[in-house]
């Protein structure tokens, strides 16, 4: 069974940083994709960002310029560096890997870590 673990939330002030960390218990290259979602409290889920195993990593419009999505494949490890944070950045994160074999899509999300920009 795949276990991603997030980490690296907390309690930042606007205009501070922080990088969250998601650590697969598996190869991430057997993913499609892996990806950043958050979700702030009454809101739907939404994308952040996006690591997919070939092409271009999208950013959601509100963190673009902001925000980098990384990983390293030593690790199996992906990654959100969030910089210049804002309050309306508070959510929480969630990391999720898909997988596809043939017709069959499999989504994999982690437990989530807080994130609240705060003075």
């Known amino acids: 069974q795949v276990q991603l673990v997030e980490s690296g939330g907390g309690l930042v002030q606007p205009g501070g940083s922080l990088r969250l960390s998601c650590a697969a218990s598996?190869?991430?290259?057997?993913?499609?994709?892996m990806a950043w979602y958050r979700q702030a409290p009454g809101k739907q889920r939404e994308l952040v960002a996006a690591?997919?195993?070939?092409?271009?990593?999208p950013y959601a419009d509100a963190v673009k310029g902001r925000f980098t999505i990384s990983r390293d494949t030593a690790k199996n490890t992906v990654y959100l560096q969030m910089n210049s944070l804002k309050p309306e950045d508070t959510a929480v994160y969630y990391c999720?890997?898909?997988?596809?074999?043939?017709?069959?899509?499999?989504?994999?999300w982690g437990q989530g870590t807080q994130v609240t920009v705060s003075s």
């Open positions: 999720k890997a898909e997988r596809v074999v043939g017709t069959t899509t499999t989504n994999y």
């Open positions: 598996t190869n991430i290259f057997l993913f499609n994709v």
């Open positions: 690591y997919p195993r070939v092409g271009s990593r």
